[in-house]
């Protein structure tokens, strides 16, 4: 320091000592075996960061293993087949929900309705006519076993119509 910096009363360092940040359990800090701000991080007193790549790794795989797992799940209340379609037997059940699941290998068209006292989810992919465009949600099916003739009983008397499907 030069002898006019000193006789200034004004005079204030350039760069002054700061303190430095410490976050607990990423070392030096006092919470999991740091010493405190000045003596930094010791290799044997952090169990946190030793643990933490065991973290990430557990968390990754999870995450992949959720992802992947369902594209090959099917639903065990979904008719898909249209034979099997053919052959079910509506008695004025009521379609609860109407959604599409559209990607660019496949197309597949849900209706759920209430089939025999518990709800069926039907996938309408395979089905060559506008059916499924036809259909609202709250609209009630009637259908013979062994036949593709839907009668759909809308809440407005005037939308009451027979649609047939086509496989």
């Known amino acids: 320091m030069s002898q006019n910096q000193q006789d200034n009363p004004y005079y204030r360092p350039v760069h002054r000592e700061r303190k430095k ?4 359990g990423f070392g030096g800090g006092k919470m999991f075996g ?18 933490m ?9 999870y995450a ?3 992802t992947f797992s369902a594209f090959n799940k099917k639903d065990k209340n979904t ?4 034979k099997a379609i053919q052959a079910m037997e509506w008695k004025h059940e009521k379609v609860y ?13 849900y209706l759920v309705i209430s089939y025999e006292g518990a709800s069926k989810t039907i996938d309408f992919g395979q089905e ?4 499924w465009d036809q259909i609202d949600t709250y609209n009630f099916l009637t ?6 003739s839907v009668s759909v009983d809308a809440y407005d008397n005037s939308r009451d119509r027979v649609l047939t499907m086509k496989f």
């Open 21 to 24: 940040m410490s976050i607990p």
């Open 79 to 82: 008719v898909d087949e249209p």
């Open 53 to 61: 790549p065991l973290i990430v790794l557990i968390f990754a795989a």
């Open 128 to 131: 060559k006519s506008e059916f």
């Open 97 to 109: 929900k109407k959604f599409a699941d559209i990607t660019p290998r496949s197309k597949h068209y």
């Open 34 to 51: 740091g010493k405190g701000d000045n003596e930094g991080r010791k290799d044997n007193g952090d169990i946190w960061m030793k643990f």
């Open 143 to 148: 259908k013979a076993p062994g036949s593709l």
């Open 64 to 66: 992949m293993y959720d």
